[in-house]
C-alpha cells in the first residue's frame, strides 16, 4: 500500500472576524507555505478546499492565487467532518497514483450556518443543532446518571487547554459554577456547553512517501482511515445516548492501522458540546460506555492532555471547514513533540475524529510517526 505522510501545514487563529472566505483561505496557505519553504508549488497535483460556503469556486480561485494549475481542484462539503473527509479524499488521490502532493485547505466564515434538513427543523421549536444536542444532554444524562455538573467539567477541561492554544477563540477558563451559569439555552443545555462557529483556516499537505521526505525531516504517517454515514436525520440513530457511526469508523481506522484504542497516546474528539466528548470516548473504546465522564475527570484532575489538548471544538473553537484539519494538525504536531506548553508526553500514535451533525456521520484517522 502507497504510504501517505503529512508533509506541511499552516494555519490561522481563529477570530469572530469579518472576513472574505477567500482572505480567510489565503492566510493559512501564506502560514503553510512561509513555515515550509522546500515545498515546491510546481509539485502540487491537486487542491481541495474544505467549506461549507460552497456557492463559490474556491478551489480554482485558491490555485490562481498559489499561482498553480493543478490537475484536480474542487470543494469538499459534508457540514463539520469536511475537513478530514478532504484529507480521506486526498489519500485516495495519492493511494490510486492519480496525485502525488495534495494540498487542502479549510476554511469557514464565523456566520456559515452549515444545512439544516427541513425533516429535522420542524421538530421542535429549537434550531439544529441546538435540538439535538439537547435531547443527546438529556438522554445520555438519563441512561448513565450523570448531572450538569459532571458534564460542566468537559467545558471547564477544554477552557484550560485551549489557554496553550495560540490559535484557539477562547482564552478564558471557567469553573463549573461558570457553566452552570452561563446562558440556559434549554433545559439540558447552556451556552457554555456550546462549541462557538468562528472564522478560521487550516491547511496541510499530504504526499507519497518519497516526497514527503524529500519536504520534512519530521514526517508524520496516516496510517488508519474509517469513515461511515448511517443517516442524514439524526433521528435515526439508533440510540442518542452513543455514536454508531463514531464506533465503526474507528473500529476500521484502528484495523487498518493495525493498533488498537490502548496505542492511542493522544487524541482530538469531536466536542462540538459537552456531552459529545464523553460520548465519543465511550463510542471509540476509550472507555466503557457510561465511563467516559470518568476518564474526563481523570485528565483533569492529573493535567493530563491527552484528550483534545488544543482545547478540542469548545475551546478552540468551530470554523466547520477547518475544523477536521485544524485535529489533524494539532495530532501531527504532538507527534513530532511541537506541541510547547501541551505537549502529550511520548506521544508516538495519536487519533483524530471528527463527526457531521449528530454523529450521522463520522470520519476517524490514525497517524502515527
Known sequence: MVKVGIAAYGTTPFTKEDQKIESVLHKSTKNLFENNPKIDKNDIDAVLVSTNNNSKYLSPILSEMMGIQPKIAHSIESLCNSGTNSIVSACSYIMSGLADMVFISGAERYDSPGQILSWDNSRGEFKHPIFWASIFTKSYKREFSISDEQLALVSVKNHKQAKENPNALSNKTYT??????????????????CSQPCTGSASIILATEEITKKNTDNPVWITGIGQKTTSAGFTKNETFSSMES??????DALKMSNHTIHDIDVAEVHDAFSVCEPMALESLGFSDYGKGMSMIN??????????????????????????????????AQQIQSNSNKRQVDDANVGLVHNMSAAATSSTVLVLEK
Do not use: C, W
Open 298 to 331: 481523570d485528565l483533569y484532575e492529573t493535567n493530563n492532555f491527552k484528550i483534545n489538548p488544543r482545547g478540542g471544538l469548545i475551546g478552540s473553537g468551530h470554523p466547520l471547514g477547518a475544523t477536521g484539519i485544524s485535529q489533524t494538525i494539532e495530532i
Open 246 to 251: 463514531t464506533k465503526l469508523s474507528g473500529q
Open 176 to 193: 463549573i459554577q461558570d457553566v452552570m451559569n452561563s446562558k440556559k439555552l434549554t433545559d439540558d443545555l447552556k451556552l457554555l456547553d
